[in-house]
Structures are given as structure tokens and as C-alpha cells.
């Protein structure tokens, strides 16, 4: 597919999707659509390449993309899709790294053999996000040493899942030249700002944590911090999704506002009880939803673009059901529906380097001493600044013990994980997976390991 030449003439940018055929690519498109309406043309995106190791999902993704564009005014990138890795690095500027190793019959896995021993079944959380890194770190080192040799002044956004985990598993490689990032932070502020009065876009944020392990511990507005006030106000706390799902009293109790993830943790006896008693498993609902998107449209076709926001929908409405069922049962708010999120802040991201945009976004990089108590060489989930020079965290001050306690366990989870991915380690696997806090059996979690054999993959798409 090849679109009209940028009118402006600018030099623009390659931009790589690895997972180009994930479900999700429409959305970075569509930002990248939106981005061609600033007046600024220099450091737009004039050329994306779609890397995928199924092209039948490319074929789908594609035609998505075709009427994704032919509906929007202004310069759309030109589209390219591959199946060689190499050849979609070659030349790249910057690179997004939103893979699935196994597709969806891994995840599958993953979250079915813990809860068959009494454990958590989820993505990133839990022994199913110990599984899943044990089969995703090998394939996200294997790129990032691709990247080093054919692109090495390239930036690579990683959305890849544990995004924390394979993030710093990457900088090992890359260095700071690997950014992680997630939509749940910045969707989290953006709802307590709305709760507490402000507009997102003026409010100054402290947060402080891993990826899907953080806490929202200040909103300022013109020097004035709203969150005692917000958690004061009963009303205002319960009419957003967080408040919602850790309750009014909690929220009092802890200070602070959580990431959803950590429901998992707070209230991990209902969520795992909800899970349970669920007809399917996450990864069983996206993997029936999307056999039947991709195959309707593995030979491209008319009304891809209707078929894939109706399939969007559907998702972004059921998305963490059980936890929304175990805390009371209620529906997501329309504004929460949109599916804008983490390509939001990719792009937000992108332009600040490419452009030098100084801005400050959450994100997931080395530490570097931003937060006291972890190493240098951690990669946190906190506030950075950032420019053409890349991403900077900011130093967040003292955590609280709680919050710094289960950091630390969790980073423990996450080296424990990369060494026995990369080593071969069945100890290290063990160590990973044992240390986890809601894990509770070694023997339970020697089971896990034997009847959960990290599925054999090459790099995938995103579910």
C-alpha cells in the first residue's frame, strides 16, 4: 500500500511495528493519522512498516489500515509489510516492539496451568506473567541485538508484555535507548484529575512504581496538591474506575491512588474467585473473538475497518470483567472505551524525541536513582522528562515502606525470570516464580513449571 506524498516535503520518519498484524496496530495508525495535522512537519512519520510472522494477519491489519486512512484528511504514511525481521529494521528511526511469542495460545496456557494449581491466571500478573516472560525474553533480547546491529540509533518503544520485565531485559542491549511504556498510568490520572476537578492536561502527576505495580500519590494544580481532598470526598473517589475497584475505605486507608493491577494484589482472594468461576479465561475470550476477525478478513476485503472497530469494541468493554464482577459488578465509562491509550503516549513519546518536544510522560526506563532503594540498572515506572535526548526519570523522593516492599519483591520476580530465560535456568525459573507474592506453595509452583513448558515460538503478533 502506498500513500500520497507529504505535500510539505519534510524528510520524515520510518516507524517499525513488530507485531504489525496485532489487533491493536489500528490505533497507532490512527494516531499517526492524527499527528499529520500538526502544522510542524518535521519528525512525522511518512513511512510505517508492519512486521508480523503471520501474513495473514498482516493481509488483515492492512486492509484495516487501507479504509483506516482513505477516511481521514491530510498525508497518511506509507505502508509497507514484511515478514523479515531484518529487512523491517533496516533504516528504522524508531521501532515498536508489541509482540505476543505463543499468539494467544499461549497466553491461554499461561493463565490456565496456574489456575488448575489454585494460582492466579493472568497476563502480567501472577505465575502467568513469570510463564510468559519465560518465553518472551529470549525473542525480545534476540531483537534488541538485531536492533543494536542494524539500527543502532534507533529508539525502541516497547509495549510488549511483562512490559517492565522485557524492558529491562532489552536495555541490557540497547542501554537507554529502550523505552517502555503502558496506557494504564496515564489513564489512571487522567480519571482521578476528572474526579478531583482539574484538567488532566494541567495537572502535574507524582506516581511511582513498575509497570502494573504503581501508585498515584499526587495531583498538583498551580502548586496545589488535589488528592487529599479527593480522597476525602466518597463521591468523587466512586465515580471512576479505580475508586470503583478498590473501594472508598481502602483508598483512605492506603494514601494513595493504585494502578488497577494492583487489585490482583489487594484483593486477590475475590478477583482469583471471579476468575474461577468465569466461562473463559481472558486469553480464551480474545483468542475465539479474534479467529473469527482475522479470518473474515485474511484475504482483505470491503468493511474491514467497521469489522475491526466493532471487534474493538467488544473488547475494550469486557476488559478486566472479573474485577469489575468481583468489586461489585459495573460498566466501564464511554470516555474509557475510545481504545486511545498507550499509542497516545507512543506517539506523544515519539514526537518529543523526534522534534524535541520537552514534555514529561510515564514511563518505564533504568532508574538511575530516581527511586531511592532500587539500583541504577532497574527499570521503574515514574515520571521523565523528555527531549530529543531520550527519557529521564525524575526523582520521586522517599516511598512509602509498602510500596517499596512489594517493588522489591516484584523486581526480584522480574531478574529471577530474565536469568532463567536466558540462562536455561529451571532454578531460576523456580526462584521466579515461588518469590512471587501471590504465589504460595513451592510445591504448587513446581507444578506450574512441569506441565507449563514455555511454548515454542518465533516472534508473534499482540492478542
Not at 194 to 200: E, I, K, M, S, V
Not at 242 to 247: S, T
Not at 314 to 330: H, Q, V
Request: glycine share 12%.
Amino acid at each position: 500500500m502506498t500513500a500520497p506524498p507529504d505535500p510539505t516535503g519534510a524528510a520524515g520518519l520510518r516507524l517499525t511495528v513488530l507485531g504489525g498484524g496485532g489487533f491493536r496496530v489500528p490505533l497507532v495508525h490512527r494516531a499517526l493519522l492524527d499527528d499529520a495535522q500538526d502544522p510542524d512537519a518535521a519528525g512525522r512519520c511518512t513511512e510505517l512498516v508492519l512486521h508480523d510472522t503471520d501474513p495473514g494477519r498482516l493481509r488483515a491489519i492492512g486492509a484495516v489500515l487501507a479504509e483506516q486512512a482513505a477516511g481521514h484528511p491530510g498525508p497518511a504514511p506509507a505502508v509497507r509489510t514484511t515478514t523479515d525481521l531484518d529487512e523491517a529494521l533496516r533504516g528504522a528511526d524508531f521501532v515498536f516492539s508489541a509482540i505476543r511469542v505463543g499468539g494467544l495460545a499461549g497466553r491461554v496456557r499461561d493463565e490456565r496451568h496456574p489456575l488448575a494449581e489454585g494460582l492466579l491466571g493472568q497476563e502480567t500478573v501472577g505465575a502467568g506473567g513469570v510463564l510468559y516472560g519465560l518465553r518472551t525474553v529470549p525473542v525480545a533480547t534476540h531483537i534488541a541485538e538485531r536492533v543494536a546491529a542494524l539500527a543502532p540509533q534507533a529508539w525502541v518503544i516497547n509495549f510488549t508484555n511483562p512490559a517492565g520485565m522485557v524492558t529491562e531485559a532489552m536495555s541490557r542491549v540497547l542501554g537507554d535507548r529502550v523505552i517502555g511504556i503502558c496506557d494504564s498510568p496515564v489513564g489512571l490520572c487522567r480519571r482521578a484529575a476528572r474526579a478531583a476537578g482539574a484538567d488532566p492536561d494541567r495537572a502535574d502527576f507524582d506516581y511511582v512504581g513498575l509497570n502494573h505495580l504503581g501508585w498515584l500519590r499526587r495531583i498538583v494544580v498551580d502548586g496545589t496538591d488535589r488528592m487529599p481532598a479527593l480522597l476525602e470526598n466518597a463521591p468523587a473517589l466512586e465515580s471512576f474506575e479505580e475508586g470503583k475497584l478498590f473501594g472508598t475505605e481502602w483508598l483512605q486507608a492506603l494514601g494513595a491512588l493504585p494502578n488497577e493491577y494492583l487489585h490482583y494484589y489487594y484483593h486477590h482472594r475475590e478477583a482469583l474467585t471471579a476468575i474461577r468461576a468465569a466461562d473463559a479465561t481472558r486469553g480464551e475470550f480474545l483468542a475465539r473473538q479474534q479467529e473469527g476477525f482475522y479470518a473474515e478478513l485474511s484475504g482483505g476485503g470491503e468493511g474491514a475497518f467497521r469489522a475491526w472497530e466493532e471487534t474493538r469494541r467488544e473488547r475494550e468493554e469486557t476488559y478486566m470483567a472479573e474485577s469489575r464482577e468481583a468489586s461489585g459488578g459495573w460498566q466501564r465509562e464511554s470516555c474509557d472505551l475510545d481504545g486511545g491509550g498507550y499509542d497516545r503516549v507512543a506517539l506523544a513519546l515519539m514526537r518529543a524525541i523526534a522534534r524535541n518536544r520537552r514534555t514529561t510522560l510515564i514511563l518505564n526506563v533504568r532508574n538511575r536513582g530516581a527511586v531511592p532503594g532500587l539500583d541504577s540498572d532497574a527499570v521503574v515506572e515514574v515520571p521523565c522528562l523528555v527531549d530529543s535526548g531520550g527519557a529521564r526519570p525524575l526523582a520521586t523522593g522517599q516511598v512509602a515502606a509498602d510500596q517499596l516492599g512489594l517493588m522489591l519483591q516484584l523486581k526480584a520476580v522480574e531478574r529471577a525470570t530474565v536469568e532463567a530465560a536466558t540462562r536455561g535456568s529451571h532454578r531460576a525459573a523456580l526462584r521466579a516464580l515461588v518469590l512471587h507474592p501471590l504465589v504460595d506453595s513451592v510445591h504448587a509452583a513446581e507444578r506450574v513449571l512441569e506441565t507449563a513448558r514455555p511454548l515454542a515460538a518465533p516472534e508473534g503478533s499482540p492478542g
